[in-house]
């Protein structure tokens, strides 16, 4: 069992930048291969990044590829989503999600552990 706590949402303005945290108690997030999902009402749950729990290797949805980075702190038990060039198109609730397998996935279904999400808006 693992307790994850995202942080750091909030109201910007297009092109400006924030960093969500995403806080895990329970078990450390070296086991787990991390997720970064975000939703707006009436819209499937999508995956914005992800990192393998071994290797590391990190995916993006080609929506923010080069603008959003995602990382991980193992001694601070927390993965962060370090968001720049925002757009108005990425307002939304962002979710992190923890995974008990090697590799990460896509799929909001493959994850079992889910944050109560933040929300971030930027506005124009």
């Known amino acids: 069992q693992v307790q994850l706590v995202e942080s750091g949402g909030g109201l910007v303005q297009a092109g400006g930048s924030l960093r969500l945290s995403c806080a895990a108690s329970?078990?450390?997030?070296?086991?787990?291969?991390m997720g970064w999902f975000r939703q707006i009402p009436g819209k499937e749950r999508e995956s914005v990044a992800r990192m393998a729990r071994i290797t590391g290797t990190t995916y993006y949805a080609d929506s923010v590829k080069g603008r959003f980075t995602i990382s991980r702190d193992n001694a601070k038990n927390t993965v962060y989503l370090q968001m720049n060039s925002l757009k108005r198109e990425d307002t939304a609730v962002y979710y992190c999600?923890?995974?008990?397998?090697?590799?990460?996935?896509?799929?909001?279904?493959?994850?079992?552990?889910w944050g109560h999400g933040t929300q971030v808006t930027v506005s124009s």
């Open positions: 329970g078990r450390t997030i070296s086991m787990f291969s």
């Open positions: 999600a923890a995974r008990d397998d090697p590799l990460s996935s896509s799929s909001s279904e493959g994850y079992r552990y």
